[in-house]
């Protein structure tokens, strides 16, 4: 029989310079719903983490970045000190574990609500509603998802400065590193995607032009945590949020290749499609 401590798996590894991980276990994002009103972390969430610092990495639940950016029925956020306060206390148990932590930064884009926002709109990357699926509004009713306004130029500067404060705030909260969550139709890939994206401006019509939004996330990250604590997550055919389009292969591929040249700790790809193998070998990454 094979002991636990002939595999790999089981095994420590470093990531970049300093980040000493205890096992090659990641323990993966999902969003649980557990956080106070207010956004703060909850019991329930140190709770939840606390119990999963087994695993070398946790990549926390879907995290709002913004206000605007929020969205999701008691889910956590980070762009206050009190989110600060609640998400030191998750970090130091994962840590007194031996874990280590990634804060997933989020921004849902035409999947929020405009109840969750005191300006009571929903912003994307163009006025496209998202025809597939429903939400839960700020009262956790169902509710049809709403036709987003449309980010002006000048806007998305701002947008990239509630990411990297968030990231700034997620470091002051004890967390090791960051995952930019760029799949699942959020703001992100509703910037990446030509179905969600038919903007005339600089971010949008060429895979240079729509990949720049996140292109520009990963830069004002990387002036908080060095590029090996950051990470990247994208699903290149992924239908969640009325994605899919039909240039994904090549706009995904020229969006790695630039990734590729931040030298990021992880890219993180999703795909339930069996041709995710077929895409993986035609890539050039």
């Known amino acids: 029989m094979v002991s636990t401590t002939d595999l790999k798996l ?44 087994g ?9 709002g970045v913004s206000e605007q950016g929020y969205g999701w029925y008691h889910a956590a956020a980070c762009y206050t000190d009190a989110h600060v306060e609640g998400w030191k206390r998750v970090t130091d148990r994962v840590h007194k574990k031996g874990g280590k932590i990634f804060m997933q930064l989020w921004h849902m884009g035409r999947q929020s609500h405009s109840s969750f926002n005191k300006k009571g709109e929903v912003v994307s990357a ?18 049809s998802l709403e036709t987003p306004r449309a980010l002006k130029t000048e806007e998305i500067a701002g ?25 699942n139709g959020y703001l992100i890939d509703q910037f990446l995607q030509s179905v969600s994206n038919h903007r005339t401006d600089k971010y949008g019509g060429s895979f240079e032009n729509r990949a720049r939004f996140l292109l520009k996330l990963v830069e004002a990250v990387k002036t908080v945590f060095p590029s090996y604590r950051i990470g990247v997550r994208l699903a290149p055919n992924g239908g969640f949020g009325g994605m899919g389009s039909e240039d994904n292969f ?36």
Request: proline share 2%.
């Open 10 to 53: 089981f095994t420590p590894i470093k990531l970049g310079e300093n980040l000493e991980l205890k096992n090659r276990i990641v323990f993966g994002p999902l969003s649980r719903g557990r956080a106070n009103a207010d956004r703060v972390p909850s019991e329930n969430n140190e709770l939840y983490y606390e119990q999963r610092a």
């Open 126 to 143: 163009s006025a496209l509603r998202c025809e597939s699926g429903h939400t839960r509004d700020a009262n956790y009713n169902v509710a």
């Open 55 to 63: 695993a070398g990495l946790i990549i926390s639940e879907g995290t």
């Open 159 to 183: 947008v990239v400065e509630d990411y990297r404060k968030s990231a700034e705030l997620a470091k002051q909260a004890g967390f090791d590193g960051v995952e930019l969550h760029g799949a």
């Open 250 to 285: 090549e706009m995904f591929t020229y969006t790695m290749e630039q990734l590729s040249k931040h030298n990021l700790g992880y890219l993180a790809v999703l795909d339930g499609d069996s041709d995710l193998l077929n895409f993986s070998s035609k890539s050039r990454l």
